[in-house]
Structures are given as C-alpha cells and as structure tokens.
Nanobody
Framework: QVQLVESGGASVQAGGSLRLSCADSRYTSSSNCMGWFRQAPGKEREAVAAIYSDVRTYYSDSVKGRFTISRDNAKKTVYLQMNSLKPEDTAMYYC????????????????????WGQGTQVTVSS
C-alpha cells in the first residue's frame, strides 16, 4: 500500500525554481515528522530538509537559504520549495515520513523514518 507519493521533479536551468510535493495517503500523528532526502548518482542519500509539526525545521548547509520545507495538513502534503537551483542539486529526491520514537531533532538519518516515497528526479543544467 503506497503511502507517500512525490511529484514536481523536472529539468530546469541553474537559477530556476521547483516545488516538490509529497502526498501522505495514510496521514497519521506520526506524519507530523517528515523529511526530504536526495541521492545523486554515486553518492549516499542525504537529508535535505525536515519538519516536525509546524514548529521545527531543519535544512542542510548546502540548501539553507535556498530551500523551504512546509506542510499543508488539510491536504496531507509536505512541500519543498527549491529556489536558486544549482547543478549540484541534481538528484533523486525522496520524501520520508513517520519518525521513529527515541530519537532527537533533527532527524537526518534514513533509519529514523518509517515510510518512504518512490522519488522524483530533479535535474539542474548549467
């Protein structure tokens, strides 16, 4: 049963913007904790941004000031607004939901999340 579905990936030129969406079909209390990860070819998956309820957010140093994570609880959707895109932002972007208990903020490790989407490709050309 698919829980998370990402969309919004595309090919853009450097300096452009994209907004990724992650729809959570089984929105529960654990969906308060969600994150965006990315994986470039030949590289490990890395956390890009995360959000807990509407009060805590996290951004990696590489995207801070350019990306914004937000959520619309009524639509059961989390967004990643990406501005000033760079070629190094090229990757498959994954949505993750449901932080496991016992951890502390920020949740930046893959094992800390219970559910994952299938990914959406972002390609930034120079």
């Amino acid at each position: 049963q698919v829980q998370l579905v990402e969309s919004g990936g595309a090919s853009v030129q450097a300096g452009g913007s994209l907004r990724l969406s992650c729809a959570d079909s089984r929105y529960t209390s654990s969906s308060n904790c969600m994150g965006w990860f990315r994986q470039a070819p030949g590289k490990e998956r890395e956390a890009v941004a995360a959000i807990y309820s509407d009060v805590r957010t996290y951004y990696s140093d590489s995207v801070k000031g350019r990306f914004t994570i937000s959520r619309d609880n009524a639509k059961k959707t989390v967004y990643l607004q990406m501005n000033s895109l760079k070629p190094e932002d090229t990757a498959m972007y994954y949505c993750a939901a449901g932080c496991k208990s016992g951890g502390s903020w920020p949740r930046t490790q893959e094992y800390e999340y219970n559910a994952w989407g299938q990914g959406t490709q972002v390609t930034v050309s120079s």
